[in-house]
């Protein structure tokens, strides 16, 4: 069987790395948006644990 040829080679492997490249940027945004809503969720547990320490103690 004969080896494809060095252009047809090359191409192969450009459309691979071109997919590597969209596959690891879809990631790196999924973890933007994760960070993002842990953050804001953070914000508002620390809000919350903020309000009940300036109520003071229970009475």
Do not use: Q, S, T, Y
Not at 6 to 16: G, N, P
Not at 23 to 49: N, P, Q, Y
């Amino acid at each position: 069987m004969a080896e494809p040829p060095a252009a047809d080679r090359i191409d192969a492997a450009l459309v691979r790395i071109e997919a590597a490249i969209a596959a690891r940027a879809a990631a790196g945004d999924a973890l933007a948006r994760r960070h993002a809503a842990l953050k804001a969720r953070m914000a508002e547990a620390v809000a919350a644990l903020d309000d009940v320490i300036a109520r003071g103690p229970a009475a």
